[in-house]
């Protein structure tokens, strides 16, 4: 053809120089088409580069690849230079810091020496420390919880359970006490038979405070007027039963109407558990109580024989600042000699509202070895006392001093009374339940001169005083019974059997 016999010579177009026309010229000879393919030729073509513009002539002119894979067995001649296997240039050494005055040693490179015996020894003292510290804790966890104090629940039989579902108070169950006596508190209520005292409805049992001054009148209060229990007094103490007011003596009837129930003489236990499920009421010098008392006084009269309080509360607010009704508190009470009264106590408190909000579960567990009275959990428990030894019994715990006064002011030797019992003496008797709800009284369980207390524990007007004040600390009872009263939702007993 025209354009291939014109290209003779030494060409100086590289795609000529290339192309299976030079090839023919320089060797002489006729060409093979077929041997000039595309994979015959060992130039590539460089990534992204334009082909090149095919000439005029009829052999065809593979494209110029400036880039060549050399060296590289098997490479693809279709192959990008990013794909290629290039050896990576040998790198210049760092150049040196201009902030060293000299080129550093091994001892500046402590982790290129060495570690010597003695820090590997003070390594492994280390880890062997902390490793017995993880030991050693997991060891008292262990035994802290072997060390619970526990009622064997196969060992439990129910004594009772009462919810008040029947609508009325269970009397095999439950005895009123009727009463005017103070309960050795000089408290300032009468626990009546009435109905307006004492309610089952709701599910629930109420014991509601009510107004004496609503029955009799507000002067009959102060003077000329004989209240008079008459047979449904349940004590033998006939002062207890009846009393006429007169201003002449500062005697006055007390002003609040209550109720108290119990079981004496129906049911009592000697170690087991009991449980309460109650809602404390609002109001000034209301005082709520879920406790117990010996059944025959083994010991002696109270507080020689113990009394165990489970539930302890004042109705005055959060703001009262001898604990109002934002607290509870369990007690244990007992004495060699009625002038050396021994108190155990504790309480829990609730941060936001009150125990009055809502209802609560109030628990004695108790055993010949421990004492426990908590609410709604274990781990808000009030009290918790092991008896395990003789230096743990109530004896010991009440370091009596050897002489004291008895109740005649006569100085006698303090002996231990419960010398013929159990180390926890006299908790180691039958003792039964009781639900009251009380109000004011001369005790202490009111401190004098604290939140606006309007009488003095020592004063014979005590009541008398509370009694005029009537119309302050009753503007704070509410007018709804449920939240007035005293509610019980239902009562757990359990006996060891």
Known sequence: MSDSSTQSGSP??????????????????????????RTASTIFRAPFQSPASRNSSSVWTPPVYPQSVVGV????????????????PKGKPPVPSTLLTEKLTEEDKPW????????????????FCI?????????????????????DESKLCVVFEDDFSSGSLDTSIWKRTVEMGGFGNGEFEIMTNKDENLKIQNGNLYLIPTLTSQDIGADSIFNGYTYDLGDDCTTDNKTACSVTSGNNTNTVIPPVQSAMISTNGTHSIKYGRVQVRAKIPRGDWLWPAIWMLPQDNTYGQWPLSGEI???????????YPAQGFNFVRSTLNYAPLQTLRTQIFGWWSMKRGGFNDDFHTYTL???????????????????????????????????????AQN???????????????????????????????????????????????????????????????????????????????????????????
């Open 309 to 319: 309080d489970l539930m302890e509360a004042r109705g005055n607010d959060a703001s």
């Open 131 to 151: 490793l017995l510290g993880i030991a050693g804790a997991a060891l008292l966890v262990f035994f802290d919880i072997r060390s619970i104090n526990l009622l």
């Open 365 to 403: 567990e108790w055993s010949q070895n421990f004492m426990r009275l908590y609410v709604d959990s274990r781990l808000q428990a009030m009290l918790d006392l092991s008896i395990k030894k003789e230096k743990d019994s109530f004896w010991e715990l009440g370091k009596y001093p050897a002489v």
């Open 73 to 88: 067995e098997g490479a693809s001649p279709a192959g990008s230079t990013t794909a290629l296997n290039l050896a990576v």
């Open 12 to 37: 100086r177009n590289t795609l000529y120089r290339n192309s299976a026309a030079a090839t023919i010229t320089n060797k002489g000879s006729t060409p093979n088409l077929r041997d000039s393919s």
């Open 407 to 497: 109740g005649q002011g006569e100085e006698v030797a303090v002996q231990d009374i419960w010398t013929n019992g159990d180390w926890n003496a006299p908790f180691d008797q039958e003792f039964y339940l009781i639900l009251s709800l009380a109000a004011g009284g001369t005790s202490g369980w009111f401190p004098d001169n604290v939140g606006g207390k309007m009488w003095t524990d020592g004063d014979p007007k005590a009541m008398y005083d509370f009694a005029k004040a009537q119309s302050t600390w009753s503007a704070t009872w509410p007018s709804s019974e449920d939240d007035r009263a005293m509610r019980v939702d239902w009562v757990k007993m359990w006996k060891m059997c």
């Open 112 to 127: 290129l020496a060495t570690h010597q015996p003695r820090e590997r020894i003070s390594k492994f003292i280390t880890y």
